[in-house]
């Protein structure tokens, strides 16, 4: 299969659709086909589509969000500034998303990719539930076969991208006897959707990485027992300083500036223009 034409800069998608639901087996080729849907996997997905290429995303989850639809752990929060998760490739959308914390929690980075998805009709491109078990590349063909595992189904592609992120698989401790534990156990990288009862419980918690350290005081004054975090070594923190962002946004190309959007929202005594500093040259 050849490439499309080019899609002029800013214009929506032309490629032909795909359908998310096609029966297995009887879909066309692809141009490419893109793995996992977190922040990279929706950005590709979005630019191939805009670039004139058949592109389909496939995700093992139920939703997108990769990691912030994974990591859904009580206290789960972003650790830098929130509007550093923006994508940058759509003015409008950076400038109409407000974002209301200053290191967003999981659930408010959650809303705004799935926002985007929404926003440039991305998730009829895609297939959830979808994980895949085994990809070959033909070399005569110059095609890629991938399998998914949720009914053995083939995709064939010109183009893979495993946008899989580096800390896609959750790691489990191989403590001795933890098979054998009677009680309720949980990952922070896997957690249920629904609510974790902690209330008379003693809870133990391994790990006092970034995951560890929101957890713990998250869940403090729901458990009436104890909360023993386990940790390997000792740990540096800091306070996160988190405050609301009311009344404002970060937009504007030449630096972030604040403004109003009309939304009404507590008052705030100062304002802050934060502008990029200037490069410095290379020796």
Partial sequence: MTRSAPVPAGSRHTTPDVDADAAPGTEPLLDVLVVGAGITGIYQLYA?????????????????????????YPGARFDSESYSYGYLFSKDLFDDWVWQDHFAAQPETERYLNHVVDRFDLRRHMRFDARVTAAVF???????????????SLVRARFLVAATGVLSVPYTPDVPGRERFGGVQHHTGRWPSDPVDFRGKRVAVVGTSSSG??????????????VEPVMREARGLQPRFQRLLPCARLAGASGFVAAGDGVPRAPVEHWVSWRPPAAKPRR
């Fill in 48 to 72: 191939a589509r805009e670039a004139g290429f058949r592109t389909r995303l496939v995700e093992a989850g139920s939703g997108v969000g990769g990691t912030w639809y994974w990591n859904r």
């Fill in 213 to 226: 350290v929101q957890v713990v005081p998250a869940i403090l004054d729901e458990v009436n027992r104890a």
């Fill in 138 to 152: 033909d070399e005569p063909s110059g095609t890629w076969t991938v399998t998914l595992g949720s009914d053995g």
